[in-house]
């Protein structure tokens, strides 16, 4: 119990308490920090929102760009505040900071050379963000994996696709990125008519459909411009396809092409125009005497039976 003892009264409880003290108000500072710095980039956000439209930006086009942006400063900001927080409490505590940062830039240094994947993946993302590629937002498709990019970070970029697998990319292997949201989206439609129908008429049909969309108060708004009818496109095996675009806000195009597609198909019913299916004509070319042999014996014996 003695050494024990001893031990209790070496103790400064001035130090410990003091200690504490400055170790808790440093910890209210970190957190007032952080929450001032999210405020300030939330205010931030929108200012550069407010300008973006003023100059005539689509609002959800800067809207995406500017939370894609902000985003990261809030990673990098409440980053560098705690590391600062931890070596303020190390210090404290009466661990020499000084020594300790130089073996982390000695040990950093050697992590370095063998984390060049992990560099290429920063520096890729960081291209990825300064040259507005995506956005938080987007739909995009990355190495052949379409999806709604969800999060845009230093290292990743992560995307969700329609049955609600989330696909991880690291920055450093995008090979290839296509971007179906950029200011404006189309949805681009091949329409089949059987071959007796006038193309002509159809277009004709078409037309109306795509108008009676621009006039209708639930589509009008989703649609930018008259929708383009190109004219025929192909003579397919059972078909000829008419193709042509509707221009509409970004990730509503499958929305107005679902919509313009029942359309198409109840028109088509009204005006009885023919949707084919693929199907097969039989020739036999010219008159076979040989076949012809084969069907009279075969009605000759059939004949006999009976």
Do not use: C
């Amino acid at each position: 119990m003695e050494p024990i003892k001893t031990f209790i009264e070496q103790i400064s409880w001035s130090t410990i308490i003091t200690t504490s003290f400055r170790m808790v108000i440093i910890f209210i500072v970190a957190w007032v920090t952080t929450w001032l710095l999210k405020s300030a980039l939330q205010r931030f956000e929108l200012r550069l929102v407010g300008k973006a439209t003023a100059r005539g930006e689509s609002s959800l086009e800067s809207r995406k760009r500017i939370e894609t942006i902000v985003r990261l400063l809030k990673q990098a900001g409440l980053l560098a505040i705690w590391i600062t927080f931890f070596l303020i409490i190390l210090r404290e505590i009466g661990v020499e900071v000084g020594p300790l940062l130089a073996s982390a830039g000695i040990v950093g240094l050697a992590i370095g050379f063998g984390a060049q994947n992990l560099v290429r993946d920063v520096i890729s993302g960081f291209f990825i963000i300064l040259e507005n590629q995506i956005r938080v937002g987007d739909v995009a498709v990355i190495n052949g994996t379409g999806g709604l990019v969800e999060a845009i970070n230093f290292r990743t970029t992560v995307l969700r696709d329609l049955a609600g697998i989330v696909h991880f990319f690291p920055n450093g292997t995008i090979t290839t990125l296509s971007n179906m949201t950029t200011e404006w989206s189309a949805y681009v439609f091949d329409i089949g008519v059987a071959y007796k129908e006038n193309t002509d008429e159809v277009t004709k049909v078409i037309r109306e459909v795509a108008d009676s969309m621009m006039a209708d108060e639930d589509m009008k708004h989703l649609i930018i411009e008259p929708p383009e009818i190109f004219g025929v496109d192909k003579l397919d095996n059972s078909a000829v396809i008419i193709k042509g675009r509707i221009k509409t806000l970004p990730i509503q195009q499958w929305t107005v092409g679902r919509e313009f597609l029942r359309r198409i198909k109840l028109s088509f019913d009204e005006k009885n125009i023919e949707i084919p299916f693929p199907h097969s004509t039989l020739y036999f070319g010219e008159d076979s005497k040989p076949f012809d042999v084969k069907l009279m014996e075969a009605a000759a014996n059939q004949s006999k039976d009976t």
